[in-house]
RNA sequence: GCCCGGGUGGCGGAACUGGUAGACGCAGGGGGCUUAAACCCCCCAGCCCCUCCGGGGGCGUGUGGGUUCGACUCCCACCCCGGGCACCA
């Protein structure tokens, strides 16, 4: 029962998309925005393929597989979105997204201000080295640097070996062997404690800002892959930072005045600075100015913005995938496929066993090829992107997939972008709803989607998942409940109203708590209804009072849909659809029969309201009734004069306990509220034949009288 | 540890702005229809207590406090569940 048009159907993997995907790939590398290198890379053992980090869970299995992912050095393809970390995370504001999924996007890229300086390595008296080595270190924190009792760097850090003292040497290498081997779940397993584990390197670096030498020491809490993989330590401005120095004996040295009887370790507050030479008396945010200041005055450091948000790692060696659209020449080097070679196509002969290579580099027909510049033999790059690669700019060709000279055209993207409402699941929140924001905004800034569609998605609503046992009910997972035997036993539409029933759209829901019966059954009801075969039949009369009331019924109805409609509410909107056809079943076996008019209307809105959730079945009622398509009807609107009440059930509480209700005229004012109130046999019981303390009217729906 | 959600009958959930807690449905109970069962139709139903069987009373939205005439709703503290981030300098 789902509309589609299917004009617009894209299928990612055929040779067409493949060619814009490609072709989009190539003007990323055109623009630097694509590139190769070398780097410690999340491989997966299980899929036998690398992966991006936003494909790495927190505990450090494989989001697909849930293998635990391994760390390997590699040349791989990257994307570098990290260009554009700002304006993700300022383009966040504008959005109306959940506020949970832009916390996600704003932690993911992770952005902090700080500062980045050089420090001169030295021996223990502060003499500099002969071959003028020196660290540079990042901070966010330069306003306590002279604080810094100590420096560290990361096991892995280039410069480890040409620093460390020969004395320390064999310490040095016992503790780097032992850093390698710990995968990143094992290293981080200290989990923020005191246990720090470091080693000594036997250098010591100057405090640019004290002017004397700190020890360097190696730790495994530094990571080579943040910041520059070295920091100077302020154990009293720095709870980790603290525990180090704790562990290891090395002075700690306070900053900042912490406030009137702080008991605690690190104080990482605001406050006076303290033993901190011309910095002493500031607060922090100027001192921060005054620090960085002083760094670009000397030359040897400036202000700097780092992020937690790495490049995304696009190689995949997959088979299936769209393939990297690049030649590797001896001579040349790495060149593009030209853009009228695309799309470069894996063949379908290819042994799939996985190897940790790609298959494609097994097939000869393939790998071989000759170089487009000096027409020389060459190999093909034969890693595949990763599939993220596709669903990143799929959208912008739903404009327009019949355009067979661009991706899309600016006009068509103009049209129809951005799209107003999209819908998924959370777990897309830093995987897909990142990478599609900055394709839309690289394509946009490289001229191919218009130069102000800055985000492809205005809204975005997260819909929950279905479980089945406690999993996420996914197709990687084959956990699945295939529709077929509920389409022949109750039908697409029970189906359709199962779900939308079974509570609210954003949140989660287990199978088991999908129950088709309940729709099921109402279907049937609304069927028996819609076709007369509910009591003696209708007959013809001027309308009654019980007549008016299920007319006033309809349009309370129509208004309340109305309104669930509008607000995602859709499991009110079927209860709602519910007690209806029960006030109806009511009123048609009535022994005075129902009104032929009012039931016909009555039933007509019912249906009206419920084809979006029930397509088929009212339809098919509808063309019964009607002979046309209830499809191509108006929606229905309230009557504003039927939806006013003339009585209405006051509540009438003693000491804010209900003691009784009572039939009231809707226009009651309240003094009269409080007469009807107080002349309530069950009020003065409770009161006992006091008169109130105190009178709280709230006409017509609340009298709360407190006794005295 | 930090940041988001959430906690309501046997179950899924409703209560939209502080004003009748538990709509609607499932499962359950009673009655009708039927030779019988299923289907279908009608009714009951938060928990506990009392009842002269008309009804009456108390308790109740994770826990403990608070604000208010009145709190599922607002405030404070805590517990539990789910998710995100986490030695990010």
Redesign the pocket.
């Known amino acids: 029962g789902a509309v589609y048009d299917w004009r617009r159907q894209v299928t990612s993997h055929s040779p067409e998309y493949q060619r814009w995907t490609q072709w989009i790939f190539l003007r990323f590398l055109e623009a630097g925005l694509a590139y190769r290198r070398n780097a410690p890379v999340n491989w997966c053992p299980g899929c036998q393929t690398v992966l991006a980090n936003?494909q790495v869970?927190?505990d450090g299995t494989c989001e697909r597989s849930g293998d635990l992912v391994q760390k390997r050095d590699l040349e791989q393809w990257f994307l570098k979105i990290t260009d554009y970390a700002d304006q993700l995370l300022d383009d966040l504001d504008g959005l109306d997204w959940?506020?949970?999924v832009k916390?996600?996007q704003r932690?993911?890229i992770?952005r902090?201000e700080?500062a980045e300086f050089d420090m001169v390595v030295t021996d223990a008296d502060g003499t500099p080295r002969s071959d003028g080595a020196s660290i540079r270190?990042?901070?966010?924190?330069p306003d306590t640097s002279f604080g810094m009792t100590y420096a560290?760097m990361?096991p892995e850090h280039p410069l480890v070996a040409t620093i460390v003292t020969d004395d320390r040497r064999s310490d040095v290498e016992a503790f780097v062997a032992v850093a390698a081997k710990q995968s990143?779940v094992e290293?981080?397993a200290?989990?923020?404690?005191l246990?720090?584990?470091g080693c000594f390197t036997g250098a010591y670096v100057r405090n640019p800002f004290t002017g004397s030498p700190v020890p360097l020491y190696l730790?495994?809490?530094?990571?080579?892959?943040?910041?520059?993989?070295?920091?100077?330590?302020?154990p009293a401005e720095?709870q980790?930072?603290w525990?180090f120095a704790t562990v290891h004996g090395l002075p700690i040295v306070r900053t900042i005045q912490p406030p009137e009887g702080w008991e605690g370790e690190a104080y990482t507050g605001d406050g006076v600075h303290i033993n901190s030479g011309f910095l002493d008396g500031l607060g922090k945010a100027e001192s921060i100015a005054a620090a960085i200041a002083f760094l670009e005055g000397e030359g040897i450091g400036e202000g700097k913005v780092?992020y937690?948000l790495r490049d995304w790692l696009v190689s995949r060696q997959r088979f299936w995938g769209c393939p990297i659209p690049v030649v590797y020449c001896p001579t040349d080097g790495i060149v593009a496929v030209p853009d009228d070679q695309l799309p470069v196509l894996a063949p379908d002969d290819v042994e799939f066993l996985p190897t940790g290579e790609s298959p494609l580099r097994h097939h000869d027909d393939f790998l071989h090829t000759t170089c487009p510049v000096c027409g020389g033999p060459a190999t093909r790059e034969t890693d595949t992107m990763d599939t993220f690669v596709d669903s990143s700019w799929y959208f912008l060709r739903y404009c327009e997939p019949w355009n067979d000279s661009a991706p899309v055209s600016a006009e068509a993207a103009e049209s129809w972008m951005p799209v107003d409402q999209y819908i998924g699941g959370?777990?897309h929140?830093?995987l897909h709803l990142m990478y599609a924001r900055f394709f839309t905004k690289a394509l946009a800034d490289l001229g191919v989607a218009p130069k102000e569609l800055r985000e492809p998605f205005s809204r975005l609503f997260t819909q929950g998942m279905i479980r089945l046992g406690g999993d996420k009910m996914s197709k990687s997972k084959g956990n699945l409940v295939a529709p077929e035997a509920i389409l022949d036993t109750d039908g697409a539409d029970a189906l359709r109203l199962a779900h939308l029933?079974?509570?609210?759209p954003q949140?989660?829901?287990?199978w088991?708590?999908?129950?088709i019966?309940?729709?099921?059954?109402?279907l049937?009801?609304l069927w028996?209804l819609s076709c007369g075969e509910?009591g003696e039949g209708p007959v013809d009369r001027e309308p009654t009072e019980a007549d008016a009331a299920v007319d006033a019924a309809t349009h309370r109805l129509i208004a309340?849909v109305t309104?669930?409609y509008e607000?995602w509410?859709y499991?009110?909107a079927?209860?709602?659809?519910?007690?209806h056809?029960?006030e109806l079943?009511?009123y048609a076996?009535a022994p005075e029969r129902p009104r032929r008019e009012t039931l016909a209307e009555s039933v007509d809105a019912l249906l009206l309201l419920a084809a979006p959730m029930a397509p088929h079945v009212t339809a098919e009622l509808w063309e019964r009734r009607h002979g046309n398509h209830v499809h191509e009807q108006s929606w229905p609107v309230a009557d504003p004069a039927k939806l006013v009440v003339d009585t209405?059930?006051m509540?009438v509480?003693v000491?804010?306990?209900?003691?009784d209700?009572i039939e009231v005229p809707a226009g009651v004012d309240a003094a009269e509220a409080e007469r009807i109130a107080l002349a309530s046999e069950?009020v003065q019981?409770?009161l006992g034949g006091n008169p109130p303390r105190?009178v709280?009217a709230?006409p017509p729906?609340?009298v709360?009288l407190?006794a005295g």
């Open positions: 936003e869970l927190a959940p506020e949970r916390t996600m932690n993911w992770g902090s700080g270190v990042f901070t966010t924190r560290v990361a990143d290293r981080m200290a989990d923020g404690g246990d720090k584990s730790a495994d809490y530094v990571l080579m892959g943040y910041g520059t993989g070295a920091i100077m330590a302020v720095d980790r930072d525990d780092n937690r959370v777990e929140a830093i029933f079974v509570g609210p949140d989660d829901v287990d088991e708590g999908v129950g019966e309940g729709c099921s059954r109402f049937h009801r028996r509910v309340r309104e669930d607000r509410s499991n009110t079927v209860a709602a659809f519910m007690e056809t029960n079943y009511r076996q209405v059930t509540v509480q000491n804010g306990k209900v003691r209700r069950k019981a409770h105190k709280i709230r729906q609340l709360n407190v």
